[in-house]
């Protein structure tokens, strides 16, 4: 039986995946296919007992559903109790379907090479950050100061995951100047979204890592900013790419090669933006 994959979210229609992992199945010579599926609201677990009758072999997860997924599971993995989310479902051998979170480990990936105990300063308090502040936490740093519009939010997230600190932004951008990797994880600067900056970047550090996991647009006006000054600055293509290219990994056990994959995405959204 052929194998078929899928990603189910609402909306779906933006989705790279289907064009990512499709491009990756031929290049492997992996006779399968990997479809978007949109799931109304309230159809979630109908949905869910549908891929698994119909022989799906494994799926993503998109919003809103990170969360809502879980019951409907055999079984969640550590990277996703840890976070509590699921981007990424695995059918075992004994049929089981398991979720894993492969979010924040994908973004770990795209970062490149980082200073040794970097001072880390997370812009956000939602899902994404939660992700990767587990996923620092794993990798070993602890570094990590958290800082939202709703402050009450950053100290939950704080307190969840039991690691760090919540600051308030007006401190964060006063002393911008002690962060080695500055992340951005709201939805402020994508397409039409609210474009304005969490913080202003004109305290940063010389070479300071600045990134952004918003992927479309390219270049946001966070990163745009950040080009005025003397630091490093990475797009969320790299986290795209990297979490869907573990999940590729979970479900056929090869590596595909994300950095060509990055590439191609960049062309697919009509621009030439290379981090930097």
């Known amino acids: 039986m052929k194998k078929w994959f899928a990603v189910i979210g609402n909306p779906i229609s933006h989705s790279l995946s289907p064009f990512m992992h499709e491009a990756w199945l031929k290049e492997s010579n992996i006779d399968a296919s990997y479809i978007p599926i949109l799931v109304e609201e309230g159809k979630l677990e109908e949905a869910v007992k549908g891929l698994k009758l119909l022989g799906c072999s494994g799926w ?19 990277s996703a109790k840890g976070i509590g989310a699921v981007n990424t479902v695995v059918k075992s051998e004994d049929n089981r379907f398991i979720g894993y979170n492969t979010d924040g480990l994908g ?41 939202n519009r709703t402050h009450a939010n950053a100290e939950r997230l704080v307190n969840d ?20 990797i500055i992340i951005q994880t709201t939805p402020q600067g994508m397409k039409n979204q609210e474009n304005t900056l969490p913080i202003h970047l004109h305290k940063i550090k010389e070479h300071a890592i600045v990134a952004d996991i918003v992927y479309n647009p390219l270049v946001t006006p966070f ?3 950040a080009t005025k000054y003397n630091v490093r600055t990475i797009n969320g293509l790299g986290m795209l790419v990297h979490q869907g290219a573990i999940a590729f990994s979970y479900w056929n056990g090869i590596k595909p090669n994300s950095d060509k994959m ?15």
Not at 170 to 180: K, M
């Open 223 to 225: 990163l745009e900013e």
């Open 107 to 147: 973004f770990i990936q795209s970062l490149g090479p980082i200073p040794s105990k970097p001072l880390v300063l997370l812009l956000g308090a939602g899902g994404a950050s939660r992700g990767i502040a587990h996923a620092l936490k794993q990798s070993g740093i602890s570094n990590i100061f958290i800082a």
């Open 262 to 276: 990055v590439e191609r995405l960049t062309e697919q959204l009509g621009g030439n933006y290379v981090n930097r």
């Open 161 to 180: 995951l039991k690691i760090g600190q919540a600051i308030e932004l007006q401190e964060a951008e006063g002393r911008l100047y002690d962060f080695d």
């Open 60 to 78: 993503n997860v998109t919003v809103p559903y990170k969360k809502e997924i879980i019951p409907f599971l055999d079984e969640i993995d550590d």
